[in-house]
T-cell receptor, first 111, second 113 residues
Framework: GEDVEQSLFLSVREGDSSVINCTYTDSSSTYLYWYKQEPGAGLQLLTYIFSNMDMKQDQRLTVLLNKKDKHLSLRIADTQTGDSAIYFCAELNTGFQKLVFGTGTRLLVSP | DTGVSQDPRHKITKRGQNVTFRCDPISEHNRLYWYRQTLGQGPEFLTYFQNEAQLEKSRLLSDRFSAERPKGSFSTLEIQRTEQGDSAMYLC???????????FGEGSRLTVL
């Protein structure tokens, strides 16, 4: 089955690191994604990782993948107020060829 | 080409009317997806195309919904006899067949009164 779970809310102070976690159930997932959504806007692709990788770093973003535990995390270094948004984790399943999304984690960054 | 574009961005309609949304994907992308997002939820898959072929439809896509991609480029999503429960953001995304980068448009927000 396909199920992606995320915690609903995370609050951090500006300058701290944020870690957003995600668990998924489908072991045949090929790609795993992180998207950012600001109010009233579409989804902005932040980064993605292929399932045979353990880590991917892109500027302030670090993605860690633990395939054994089916756990994905997104670390944002030096979090800024502009990072306040909803972050969605999603998996792309080879068989069904569609993205399955979590319910999103609302990140609030306070000055 | 600056990305996936959707039109209109906002649509307000009365219950029972028909509405149509258009999506223009990134030009070299073979795959095109439609998703629906309601308030406080993650996007839910509706359907996807590979070139002009519609390869999968969700159970969410009732008989009132129809999607086309006639020439393998832009796509339309039509909702007939709209209901208040159809109020949502309709998102389009595109990618290459190989997967990897999958980009979304800004969405078309539908409000059914």
């Amino acid at each position: 089955g396909e199920d992606v779970e995320q915690s609903l809310f995370l609050s951090v102070r500006e300058g701290d690191s944020s870690v957003i976690n995600c668990t998924y159930t489908d072991s045949s997932s090929t790609y795993l994604y992180w998207y950012k959504q600001e109010p009233g806007a579409g989804l902005q692709l932040l980064t993605y990782i292929f399932s045979n990788m353990d880590m991917k770093q892109d500027q302030r973003l670090t993605v860690l993948l633990n395939k054994k535990d089916k756990h994905l995390s997104l670390r944002i270094a030096d979090t800024q107020t502009g990072d306040s948004a909803i972050y969605f984790c999603a998996e792309l399943n080879t068989g069904f060829q569609k993205l399955v999304f979590g319910t999103g984690t609302r990140l609030l960054v306070s000055p | 080409d600056t990305g996936v574009s959707q039109d209109p961005r906002h649509k307000i309609t009365k219950r029972g009317q028909n509405v149509t949304f258009r999506c223009d994907p990134i030009s070299e992308h073979n795959r095109l997806y439609w998703y629906r997002q309601t308030l406080g939820q993650g996007p839910e898959f509706l359907t996807y195309f590979q070139n002009e072929a519609q390869l999968e439809k969700s159970r969410l896509l009732s008989d009132r919904f129809s999607a086309e991609r006639p020439k393998g480029s832009f796509s339309t999503l039509e909702i007939q006899r709209t209901e208040q429960g159809d109020s949502a953001m309709y998102l389009c995304a595109s990618s290459t067949i190989a997967g990897g980068e999958l980009f979304f448009g800004e969405g078309s927000r539908l409000t059914v009164l």
